[in-house]
């Protein structure tokens, strides 16, 4: 008697082997399978452009469309803004609806034009220490910017 229970218990172990490896197999792979797609994720998140270059050749925005060169070969500007000597000069300038400023980089350490505000959000210019960068305003108001670099360098474009 004992040697049939041990065979019959046998037999129901050997079943259940073999129905529980597949189960096994199956979420082993399911585990080695979702490894190698978060891998893939990962590889393929960090792949991309590495272009570092600052000078775009435009950008647009809501209220303008910002341009950026580093020869004078953009569209007349109806004003021109100096940046040297740690300073906007003019600090403050008018223009029309319509018309571009223009910001002349000529000084020995970088800087930025960046609006003020949410009316400006779209004035973002890249870091400069030569070049320029231009603005185009389509709506009348009145424009704040700074020099992210140096906060105390700060400027207002007046649109009417």
């Known amino acids: ?11 129901t172990v ?8 597949p189960m096994v197999r199956r979420a082993m792979s399911t585990r080695i399978a979702t490894g190698f797609v978060l891998a893939a994720t990962l590889l393929l998140a960090g792949c ?26 953009s569209k007349p500007a109806a004003v021109t803004v100096d940046v040297t000597d740690m300073k906007f000069s003019p600090a403050d300038v008018t223009v029309k609806v319509g018309e571009t400023v223009t910001w002349k980089f000529k000084d020995s350490v970088p800087h930025t034009v960046q609006g003020i505000g949410d009316k400006a959000m779209g004035i973002n210019s890249p870091i400069f220490d030569k070049g320029e960068w231009s603005y185009t305003f389509f709506a009348p ?17 007046t649109v009417e």
């Open 48 to 73: 991309g452009s590495s272009d570092t270059n600052s000078t775009a050749a435009s950008t647009t925005a809501k209220a303008g469309r910002p341009t950026t060169t580093r020869s004078g070969d």
């Open 1 to 11: 008697m004992r040697q049939r229970h041990s065979a019959a218990r046998a037999r």
């Open 141 to 157: 108001g009145t424009y704040r910017y700074l020099c992210s670099l140096h906060p105390q360098m700060r400027g207002t474009v």
């Open 14 to 21: 050997s079943r259940l082997r073999l129905a529980v490896m």
